[in-house]
Nanobody, 123 residues
Framework: QVQLVESGGGLVQAGGSLRLSCAAS????????MGWFRQTPGKEREFVAA????????FSADSVKGRFTISRDYAKKTVYLQMNSLKPEDTAVYYC????????????????WGQGTQVTVSS
């Protein structure tokens, strides 16, 4: 089992920045690819970014490329999502997820999920 706890969400003005954190506990953190997804009411969970187990490869959705950066700290067993130049359309609940093996961009590929953290971007 892997337990994930997100933090760092909040209210920010358009153009601002936030850094989300996802603290992992349980099984070996380094064996898992990690991803960030987001969801708004009535919509399917949307892929944001992912990072492979070694941290050497990342992948981001086109909608956030150049603005969001995913990274991981093995010593702290934590994954981060640095979000810059935020837009109102980035408003959502953001979820951290883990899966054993290579990263993927579909939420169904992930086995473990955090409880989510709300990000609200005002215009």
């Amino acid at each position: 089992q892997v337990q994930l706890v997100e933090s760092g969400g909040g209210l920010v003005q358009a153009g601002g920045s936030l850094r989300l954190s996802c603290a992992a506990s349980g099984r070996t953190f380094s064996n898992y690819a990690m991803g960030w997804f987001r969801q708004t009411p009535g919509k399917e969970r949307e892929f944001v970014a992912a990072i492979n187990w070694s941290g050497g490869s990342t992948f981001s959705a086109d909608s956030v490329k150049g603005r969001f950066t995913i990274s991981r700290d093995y010593a702290k067993k934590t994954v981060y999502l640095q979000m810059n130049s935020l837009k109102p359309e980035d408003t959502a609940v953001y979820y951290c997820a883990a899966r054993k093996g290579p990263y993927g961009s579909s939420w169904v590929e992930y086995d473990y999920w955090g409880q989510g953290t709300q990000v609200t971007v005002s215009s």
